[in-house]
């Protein structure tokens, strides 16, 4: 029997993500399992329960004025829902290759503590979650992209919460609500408009002028780009002499939705390649300082 048009559940992915997902399975066939992760995790951004989590939360009164929105904050989450959410990621991310597949025993592991596992992750507390995958018995570094991963939901829907809430003049390097590094620049717009773009949360800021977002240098001497030879409009690769940080900058016509920034990262990793062939790196994530608390909804 036939399902009419009635009856197939709308796509939770943006139309924009769903091509790009579309274009990377063209372009990258041998990435097909990290993508179906990675697709996963967008998909479970869109469900309600979490946007329940992010209305229950509470920010703190004594945030700084440079501090991001979650800066001390308190999230309550559903405990079934986080425990089941995180046992499936670490479940979906052991297949996406052999060095991911100590995952497998994580996700089944008694000593898994889910609502930790966000906050670790949330807070990139990187210590703690070498020490989570010691006790796992899982590879430290799966452990900590797979947490990452966990954690996407929970922040895009804080983010589309309280992302109204974001000073206007926010020009620091790091993102105003959860308080990571930008993984993208757009250059929006018809006028070019730089604006930076979070991978974790979808959060979308300006920072005018010519200024390192890790180190805070600014000026011709001691900025430039890498420039490839096709594309060279579209697509390029900020460089800061001063931090040896990078970041890949995009033209777009209009802002990317949230589910979109992580697919358009990976869709450019060859700019990656170009700057880490000239010994340029990504900073490591930033920890939010004072950290999120992660309550169970109920405590």
Not at 18 to 27: E, G, K, T, V
Not at 30 to 36: F, I, K, P, Q, R
Not at 209 to 237: K, M
Request: with cysteine; aromatic share 4%; net charge negative.
């Amino acid at each position: 029997m036939r399902r009419s048009a009635i009856d197939t559940p709308p796509d939770p992915l943006s139309a924009g993500a769903r091509r790009q997902i579309d274009a990377l399975l063209a372009a990258q066939p041998e990435a097909a399992s990290w993508l179906g992760v990675l697709s996963a995790v967008l998909a479970e951004s869109a469900a309600p329960r979490w946007e329940t989590m992010a209305s229950a939360t509470r920010l703190s009164p004594e945030r700084a004025p440079a501090a991001p929105l979650l800066a001390g904050a308190v999230i309550p989450v559903d405990p079934r829902a986080a425990e089941r959410w995180v046992r499936e990621v670490l479940r979906i991310a052991a297949d996406a290759g052999p060095e991911a597949a100590s995952l497998r025993a994580a996700a089944e592991s008694r000593d898994l503590a889910p609502l930790d596992m966000l906050a670790m992750a949330i807070n990139a507390e990187g210590d703690h979650l070498d020490a989570a995958a010691i006790t796992l018995g899982a590879s430290p570094e799966a452990l900590a992209v797979a947490a990452g991963l966990a954690s996407i939901p929970l922040l895009q829907a804080v983010r589309r919460r309280f992302g109204a809430a974001v000073a206007a003049h926010w020009s620091e390097g790091y993102c105003p609500v959860c308080g990571d590094w930008p993984l993208l620049a757009e250059q929006r717009g018809l006028e070019r408009a730089r604006r930076l773009r979070c991978g974790r949360c979808g959060s979308d800021w300006a920072q005018p002028g010519i200024r390192c977002p890790y180190c805070n240098v600014t000026g011709h001497a001691a900025r430039a780009a890498l420039i490839p030879e096709t594309d060279s409009e579209a697509r390029r690769v900020e460089i800061c002499y001063q931090c040896r940080g990078y970041l890949k900058s995009v033209s777009t016509l209009r802002a990317w939705a949230g589910d979109e920034i992580p697919l358009a990262d990976m869709a450019t990793v060859d700019l990656d390649l170009a700057a880490l062939a000239r010994e340029y790196e990504r900073p490591g994530p930033r920890t939010l300082r004072p950290g999120v608390t992660v309550v169970t909804a109920d405590g």
